[in-house]
């Protein structure tokens, strides 16, 4: 069974939590604006952003300081560069169909067609396949390294070139003996130590063909070179010079064969050669697939993804394709393809425990942690779980505490010391694998821990929270793995650290993390040449940087909030370009972008460029019903009423007056759901009533006026 590694990404749903509330306090005026003739307010909750002045915008616009002020220390540490031009990429294209005819055939029958028919031989001995080493494919072009947000072009889902082969008519899983007896004549039975049998005939030019047979139907065939051919040689004879391949290696790990999926053909080598001695052809196999899709995972999520699709459409019941899939699904944030293939992978092997924490862990990002739990509480009460086993359902436990509407900081704490306490000894085990699912488990555990104590109601915080973060770094200093497995952790680092100092303002400080943070996502961009790849990591980049920026806020530094909220952004929309985003995702994504807006708007007068943020808020907000999954719906519809001012001002006139219908709508529903106050309607009516006012519509002017008044009457009494 495979070794158990549960993700350990950091929650994401959280990330804008805080920010929502604090992140606009540092919007300020920087001289006092003239007082309107004519007016429109703004929500409550946002006047506070102008301390100096009230929040009133004149229908006609107002003269805003333009003044700029720098960027902020931990955004200098990596400043925006143009990338290189960007390279065309293959088409998107479903997993196409398997095909009957192919180059390889056509190959074969170009070459052998004028020769005699084969002649029977004399029993032989099949020649043993030896290993060797064949060289790698050319390396590709580095790209440049890339130190902001924006890299090359997001790669498409490649098209995987099917074209199974076949030998003079003989298509193997297709044809009988009895349809090659009639084209080729009788050849010489033979049988094999291993069951295998079939017959054998000389072909000229080759030495031997063999036809394993399976019921009377050719099971694949074996092709004996008359003598070695250079691989690359023969590949390109062969037409498949262009393909990937992947090695096939003994237990020793020494190589003993080059496989071509698309193809159905293997070349044997010999040993301590690249010299190709035997050609083998066989029907197309998943295995041959996902084989090669574990060896490019690192490489090229893209040519992985296409494969293990590929495997799963040929064999639907492939339980390691989808475990695969399932796996790069979740680490891309494509949930809902994630959970569709948990689904069906638990279906198809209920008992696997990889799988089943993996589903929990689907369904926490999903926001669905009660789901989770249960999944995760009959993985502990199963029979004899292992301690690895049982320290990822504790860490998961820990993390579902934490994500709950109601978060129970305590019992994630208790969750998270048993998960240290289970995963610790693994450490000092053979298995490298299990010392790195130990390490992530021990990591998360220690990271999640600083987190509830940030969040909770606990005494001396600042002297106990960086204890944890300091185990947390001492658990990546002593990682033993490879180094970009350590990049992975201190990444985790980082970001986790980050989260922990936005969580209380007596936690540790921000600005040491975002550089190194910023610093370990330059390396990473040198190092992984992935595109995928790139964008997950400018996604955690994104949410550790919103972190920051709620971090700075708790501790009274509002300073350069738009710059630090843009740059935040543009890592947030680069690592979403591949992504699922989940309900609550889009929510806080649009939050980001509204917010950047409103500062924008408030701080430098600038209409024009809010509008722009906000023509990007909406389409998040409004993929869902915001009145079936916004948990803030009083909030969402303000922040409509708001928007619409800067829309009203740049002559979008009917998007203004749509908004702010919109806006009320989600209003009343908060005040029907006493979520709201009823008072606070009378601003989005009181501008409302402006509108129409403005356009001539005394009547709806006058109506909305009369809304306005009684609204403002309710004073603080929820309805």
């Known amino acids: 069974m495979d070794t158990l590694r549960c993700s350990t990404s950091l929650p994401i749903l959280h990330w804008l939590c805080a920010a929502a509330c604090g992140l606009f306090a540092c919007a300020q005026a920087d001289e006092p604006r003239a007082a309107p003739q004519t007016g429109m307010r703004l929500p409550g909750w946002i006047e506070t952003l102008q301390p100096n002045q009230g929040a009133v915008v004149t229908a006609s616009g107002t003269d805003a300081p333009a003044r700029i002020k720098p960027v902020a220390d931990w955004v200098e540490t990596t400043p925006v560069a143009t990338t290189s031009q960007p390279q065309p990429k293959p088409a998107v294209a479903a997993p196409p169909p398997v095909p009957a005819e192919g180059g390889f055939r056509r190959w074969f029958n170009d070459r052998v067609a004028a020769l005699p028919k084969p002649a029977a031989l004399a029993p032989a001995t099949k020649p043993a396949e030896t290993d060797t080493a064949t060289p790698a494919d050319g390396e590709p072009a580095k790209p440049a390294t890339v130190t902001a947000p924006v890299a090359a072009t997001p790669d498409e889902m490649p098209t995987l070139s099917i074209d199974p082969a076949s030998f003079r008519g003989v298509h193997p899983g297709k044809t009988t003996r009895a349809e090659v007896e009639k084209s080729w004549g009788p050849g010489e039975a033979f049988a094999e130590d291993d069951g295998t049998a079939g017959m054998a005939w000389k072909v000229e030019p080759f030495e031997r063909v063999e036809l394993a047979l399976d019921d009377d139907v050719v099971a694949s065939i074996s092709i004996k070179l008359a003598e070695p051919v250079a691989l690359a040689d023969l590949a390109r004879q062969l037409e498949i010079s262009d393909l990937r391949t992947v090695s096939v290696l003994d237990e020793q790990g020494a190589v003993i064969g080059e496989v071509y999926p698309e193809r159905g053909v293997i070349l044997a080598v010999s040993a301590g050669t690249t010299n190709?001695?035997?050609?083998?052809?066989?029907?197309?196999?998943?295995?041959?697939?996902?084989?090669?899709?574990?060896?490019?995972?690192?490489?090229?999520?893209?040519?992985?993804?296409?494969?293990?699709?590929?495997?799963?459409?040929?064999?639907?019941?492939?339980?390691?394709?989808?475990?695969?899939?399932?796996?790069?699904?979740?680490?891309?944030?494509?949930?809902?393809?994630?959970?569709?293939?948990?689904?069906?992978?638990?279906?198809?092997?209920?008992?696997?425990?990889?799988?089943?924490?993996?589903?929990a862990g689907v369904l926490v990002a999903l926001d669905r942690p009660q789901d989770a739990r249960v999944i995760v509480t009959a993985i502990k009460a199963g029979d004899t779980p292992s301690p690895l086993v049982i320290a990822q359902c504790e860490r998961l436990l820990g993390r579902i505490s934490l994500d709950t509407t109601d978060p129970d900081h305590q019992q994630a704490v208790e969750h998270f010391a048993e998960a240290i306490r289970r995963a610790a000894p693994l450490l000092t085990k053979r298995s490298p694998s299990v010392q790195a699912a130990a390490s992530e488990v021990l990591l998360d555990a220690h990271l999640g821990t600083a987190l509830a104590i940030a969040r909770g109601t606990w005494q001396q915080k600042g002297r106990v929270i960086p204890k944890w973060v300091a185990r947390s770094e001492a658990v990546v200093r002593d990682f033993k793995g490879p180094d970009d497995e350590r990049r992975v952790l201190e990444l985790q680092l980082c970001r986790g650290a980050l989260a922990v100092a936005a969580g209380s303002s007596e936690a540790i400080e921000p600005l040491h993390w975002v550089k190194r943070m910023l610093e370990l996502r330059d390396?990473?961009?040198?190092?992984?040449?992935?595109?995928?790849?790139?964008?997950?990591?400018?996604?955690?980049?994104?949410?550790?940087?919103a972190d920051a920026m709620t971090a700075a806020q708790l501790r009274g530094d509002p300073s350069d909030a738009i710059d630090n909220a843009t740059l935040t952004a543009a890592f947030l929309e680069r690592g979403a370009e591949q992504r699922e985003l989940t309900a609550v995702e889009r929510e806080r994504m649009g939050e980001l972008m509204f917010r950047i807006g409103i500062l924008h708007s408030l701080q430098r007068g600038d209409h024009a460029t809010a509008v722009t943020w906000f023509d990007r808020a909406?389409?998040?907000?409004?993929?869902?019903?915001?009145?079936?999954?916004?948990?803030?719906?009083?909030?969402?519809?303000?922040?409509?009423?708001?928007?619409?001012?800067?829309y009203w001002q740049v002559e979008r006139r009917e998007d203004a007056l749509e908004l702010s219908r919109r806006g009320v709508e989600l209003m009343v529903a908060a005040v029907d759901r006493k979520q709201l106050e009823e008072r606070a309607l009378a601003v989005a009516y009181g501008n409302l009533s402006t509108m129409y006012a403005e356009q001539g519509d005394d009547q709806q002017s006058r109506n909305y006026a009369e809304m306005a008044s009684r609204a403002e009457a309710t004073g603080t009494t929820l309805r």
């Open 618 to 646: 909406l389409p998040l907000w409004e993929e869902d019903d915001p009145l079936a999954t916004s948990r803030e719906t009083g909030r969402l519809g303000e922040s409509y009423v708001s928007m619409a001012i800067s």
């Open 276 to 359: 190709a001695n035997a050609i083998l052809i066989e029907p197309l196999a998943a295995d041959s697939f996902v084989l090669r899709a574990e060896r490019e995972m690192s490489t090229c999520s893209a040519y992985a993804v296409a494969d293990l699709q590929y495997a799963v459409q040929i064999d639907p019941r492939h339980v390691r394709a989808r475990r695969l899939l399932l796996a790069m699904a979740s680490e891309q944030g494509k949930w809902q393809q994630a959970l569709q293939l948990a689904e069906a992978a638990v279906e198809l092997d209920p008992a696997d425990v990889w799988t089943r924490l993996k589903h």
């Open 523 to 545: 390396r990473l961009a040198g190092a992984v040449t992935d595109p995928w790849r790139r964008r997950q990591i400018d996604w955690e980049v994104g949410l550790a940087l």
